[in-house]
Nanobody
């Protein structure tokens, strides 16, 4: 069974940092791009960042460049470092594996999500 499991979410004050982790089990995702998406209450799921299967290539939502950093440790782990967090970053964050894209439709495997709450 393929699973993506996120961790590292929580409650943080505005201006703080969090590091999200995503671990894959059941198979490796060496040939897949890995992405992070988020969904705030009553909003659509939106692209956050993606990293290519080989690691060096990264892609960010324009509004998040400079504050968020995606990295990949190997074929089974990916991270999202989030700095200078704002209340509008509050959302459920999802890890996904699939084709290199900013569209959620391109990702075949999804984690269950981890809640990030930023207080003002």
């Amino acid at each position: 069974q393929v699973q993506l499991i996120e961790s590292g979410g929580g409650l943080v004050q505005a201006g703080g940092s969090l590091r999200l982790s995503c671990a894959a089990s059941g198979r490796t995702f060496g040939n897949y791009a890995m992405g992070w998406f988020r969904q705030a209450p009553e909003k659509e799921r939106e692209f956050v960042a993606a990293v290519s299967w080989s690691g060096p290539g990264t892609y960010y939502a324009d509004s998040l460049k400079g504050r968020f950093t995606i990295s990949r440790e190997n074929a089974k782990k990916v991270y999202l470092q989030m700095n200078s967090l704002k209340p509008e970053d509050t959302a459920v964050y999802y890890c996904a594996a699939g084709r290199w894209s900013r569209s959620s439709d391109s990702y075949n495997y999804w984690g269950q999500g981890t809640q990030v709450t930023v207080s003002s």
